[in-house]
């Protein structure tokens, strides 16, 4: 089982089903985690809003530069990063106009950009300041159509979006080698969510990745016991 021991980690879009598996993996393993939040609708049946470990920070949008660094100046020493946070539009190329594009490189791509960018500033701060162990750890959450991109025809913003997060994983990764800041994503199929058993309910959801197996891998990616696997885009398949 992998251990945080109190080490401080964002988790962007903490809120939904994925990051609600996430932050309660984190608590298990002792971390302390800081959750962004935008949409208060979210926050209804939260498991852990009275968790003193999980701090939630309100009126967050982390497709804004000057929120998000407001948002990451105010932590404290920071060890992680994990960007959930994103969005997911189906439709084929006539009915996708530049604003659609363009929404969905803001909620995925820039997003992860902005965080990732004030995570690394975080992760110096802390060093500078002599604060614990070298280095940090970023996990991302790009998709299977980025790995396969054909699988992507009907939803090509989407995938273009989500190419875009893995192609900035391995970009950044080799960027800040030298500082021990591995940074990684996952790549999952469908995750079976309500929203999506809704969206599909004649599919075959025991084929789907659970969000509680997702949040294992993205844990493990985030903590101090991976010391070796950077610039990594992780297949998340199950059996789909």
């Not at 929404?103 to 300041?129: D, G, I, P, T």
């Not at 079976?192 to 294992?216: F, I, K, Q």
Request: proline share 6%.
């Amino acid at each position: 089982m992998v251990e945080f021991a109190g080490r401080h980690v964002v988790v962007t879009g903490g809120t939904g089903a994925l990051g609600r598996a996430v932050v309660g993996a984190l608590r298990a393993a002792n971390a302390v985690c800081h959750v962004p939040n935008l949409i208060p609708a979210e926050l209804d049946g939260f498991p852990f809003a009275a968790d003193a470990g999980v701090h939630i920070v309100r009126d967050v949008d982390v497709a804004d530069e000057a929120a998000v660094k407001r948002f990451y100046n105010a932590l404290p020493p920071l060890w992680a990063s994990i960007h959930l946070a994103g969005g997911f539009a189906m439709a084929p190329i006539a009915q996708t106009s530049a604003a659609d594009f363009t929404a969905q490189f803001h909620m995925n791509a820039l997003s992860c950009f902005l965080c990732s960018a004030a995570a690394v500033a975080a992760f110096r701060a802390r060093k500078a300041s002599g604060g614990g162990a070298p280095g940090g750890r970023i996990v991302n959450v790009s998709a299977r159509p980025a790995l396969e991109p054909r699988l992507g025809a009907g939803m090509t913003a989407y995938t273009a979006s989500k190419s875009a997060v893995a192609a900035l994983t391995q970009a950044l990764a080799q960027e800040l080698t030298d500082e021990q800041i591995w940074v990684n994503a996952v790549a999952p199929s469908i995750i079976d969510t309500p929203a999506n058993r809704a969206a599909m309910p004649e599919a075959e959801h025991s084929r789907w990745v659970s969000p509680a197996d997702l949040a294992e891998v993205i844990t493990f990616l985030a903590s101090p016991d991976n010391r070796v696997t950077r610039g990594a885009v992780i297949p998340v398949y199950g059996g789909s």
